[in-house]
């Protein structure tokens, strides 16, 4: 029998055109606005998100390609959750070219270099957050739904044994990464409003999960910080 009569079912693996969209895409923003390409910092952004996001899609294609797909749809999504989401590519178009203007071609902010480095230290932790919290949570899918038809159960171990909401964490590390990385005081003005966002969906995410999800109200009671330890 030939031996492609009865393929193997298809394995999501890393979406090489999506990372090639989002570079270029991102880098038309900051390019255009910024009035030109001699800029290390949006270089060095661009290379980390597209890179970050291979590496990421690639352990996901061969350990748990479940959640892979499951990170590709939307389906299910909460109305109200479906609103955060939508406003906050938004201001992401809108924060990009804002930081453009200030850092390169307007120059109206001095940020130390060694802060600059530090921001891009910031951006390729959160990917390793990211990776620890895919690691111990096969059930984190870009939108917040119960996922009853993949045995969704609360979890408890990795960083969620320091906060409730890692990936969430791992953004707030990024927004404040970038604008630090590309030299923007302005665009670093603009984190309070998308820590807000994220703390909203957090709080929003919680009161589903807690309704909805058997074991997630004791976990709860056992975590108590939500994006920083410590803090809050």
Known sequence: MNENSNPRP???????????????????????????????????????????????EAWLAKHDPGLLAERRTSRGQAGWDRIIT???????????????????????????????????????????IVYRTYRENSYAAPVVKIQRERGHAAVTTGPYAYVRHPIYASGLLTYVGAPLLLGSWYGLAIVPVMAALLGLRALMEERMLTAELDGYAEYLARVRYRLVPMVW
Do not use: K
Request: glycine share 10%.
């Open 10 to 56: 298809h394995t999501p693996g890393p979406n090489l055109r999506r990372a090639a969209f989002t570079f270029t895409g991102l880098g038309i923003l900051l390019f255009l606005a910024a009035g030109t390409m001699r800029w290390a910092g949006a270089w060095v952004l661009l290379f980390e998100i597209t890179i970050g996001g291979l590496i990421t």
């Open 86 to 128: 939508t406003i906050m590519p938004l201001l992401w178009l809108t924060w990009l070219p804002l930081m453009a203007l200030d850092a390169a071609r307007y120059q109206t902010s001095l940020v130390p270099g060694w802060l600059q480095c530090a921001g891009a230290v910031m951006i390729a932790a959160s990917f390793y």
